[in-house]
């Protein structure tokens, strides 16, 4: 690869400073991730229009779902590995285009089949998104401030899927779900035009020209018996992420309507606020992992998880359930604001984005099954007692956080 000229002006600082490439390399990974969540979402609240116009099973609306979440994997792996050799900024402009084009598509689709093929490949785009764009601003910004900018990136993901949960009620009663969706394809737009000002890191170009052979990204993951365990543990922690996320979001509006009476902008509202409350959550969990440590941070959020997803469980009047949404939201899904940082210090840059898209899909891939699993639940029980089971991941989650994660708070990446 032809490795850019890059001015001090360009990289950061000192081992303090956020250089304005710094905050670049944030906007459009931030952007990027924003898309995936204002995607997903807006797919939750249309499921029950698509579902009436095609004429969808209930197993084939969830399929939407779950198939978006598999190309995914597959994006996010493949993607991933590229990034490592040709470069993040190149790499995640390909993904951006991907997804932008399969999303138009989907508001052309005229049956099942089609619309299930333009959602898994736009999924495919959406992969790459969340790896690169954490290694891409993990390598431009300073140690000190690493567990920032992960969380930064992750509230990215929030602020879409804030947008998602605002912008549905207005516009689906009029545009309608074809039109909702060349709505999605903004976001893409705005991420691509940001992409094309930016070159590559810094650390990326002077290690790219060490390149081994295409199979050592991989190989680096696993490469001695520590290495492997800290994988393992990323792994569990993604997937238990992913899994109790999934399993909330996508269901909860259709509880709330079904089994409360709310309609769409009551279910929007409940949705925003909780969706806040995942904001607070990934910025204090940010703030927290930079001043004591990423295991510490991880184990209290954990086990607020615990406390607050049982809680929930057993509320049944809709306000108790808007602030306790907002406070269960804060724990369960605050930790996304650590795994950007974790994973860019345990790998070294030759894997880094690898390791990221790697290890994270794979707990995408587990947490897709979390809406199955959730509704096969509630359809036996009821929603409160799936609700109640999901606390038991979060003890999993803690276990592997004590006995897998090292503490890497401050170190240099390799």
């Not at 698509?50 to 939407?64: K, N």
């Not at 993990?138 to 992960?150: F, I, N, T």
């Not at 990323?234 to 259709?254: A, D, R």
């Not at 509320?315 to 996304?336: E, H, I, Q, R, Y």
């Amino acid at each position: 690869m032809e490795a850019q000229a890059i001015s001090a002006a360009d990289v950061a600082v000192g081992k303090s400073t956020v250089s304005g490439y710094g905050w670049k390399a944030l906007a459009g990974s931030a952007i990027g991730y924003a898309m995936d969540g204002f995607d997903l979402l807006i797919l939750g609240f249309m499921l029950t229009a698509i579902s009436a116009d095609l004429h969808l099973t209930r197993g084939q609306a969830g399929a939407l779902v779950t198939w978006t979440l598999v190309g995914a994997v597959f994006g996010g792996i493949v993607f991933g590995w590229l990034s490592d050799y040709y470069g993040r900024v190149r790499v995640l402009t390909w993904t951006i285009v991907l997804f932008g084009v399969f999303t138009g598509l989907c508001a052309f689709a005229q049956g099942y089949w089609d619309l299930l093929a333009y959602r898994t490949i736009a999924g495919i785009g959406l992969g790459g998104e969340f790896g690169i764009g954490m290694a891409l601003a993990a390598e431009a910004w300073p140690a000190k401030h690493r567990a920032r900018v992960s969380s930064y990136v992750a509230l990215g993901w929030q602020v879409g899927v804030l947008c998602a949960a605002l912008l549905t009620p207005l516009l689906l009663p009029h545009i309608g779900w074809r039109g909702m969706f060349m709505v999605g394809v903004i976001p893409a737009i705005v991420a691509w035009v940001i992409r094309r000002r930016l070159h590559e890191p810094e650390l990326f170009v002077r290690h790219a020209a060490k390149k081994g052979p295409r199979t050592r990204a991989f190989k680096l993951l696993v490469k001695d018996g520590r290495t492997t365990r800290t994988s393992l543990g990323i792994v569990v922690l993604c997937g238990v992420q992913n899994f109790g996320y999934y399993g909330i979001m996508i269901w909860m509006p259709s509880f709330l309507a079904n089994h409360l009476g709310f309609g769409l902008t009551k279910s929007a509202l409940w949705t925003s606020v909780t969706i806040l409350g995942m904001m607070a959550g990934i910025y204090l969990f940010g703030q927290l992992a930079d001043r004591i440590g990423r295991k510490p941070s991880f184990l209290l959020f954990q086990a607020g998880a615990v406390v607050m997803v049982l809680v929930y469980s057993q509320l049944n009047d809709p306000d108790s359930m808007l602030w306790a949404g907002a406070v269960m939201g804060m724990f369960v899904n605050g930790m996304l604001g650590g795994y950007g940082a974790l994973m860019s210090e345990a790998y070294p840059t030759e894997a880094r984005a690898t390791a990221q898209n790697l290890l994270f899909n794979i707990g995408r891939a587990i947490g897709g099954f979390g809406p199955i699993v959730v509704g096969a639940l509630a359809t036996a029980y009821s929603f409160q007692v799936a609700i109640a089971l999901l606390a038991a991941i979060y003890v999993l989650d803690m276990f592997a956080t004590v006995f897998l994660i090292p503490e890497l708070k401050g170190v240099e990446l390799e």
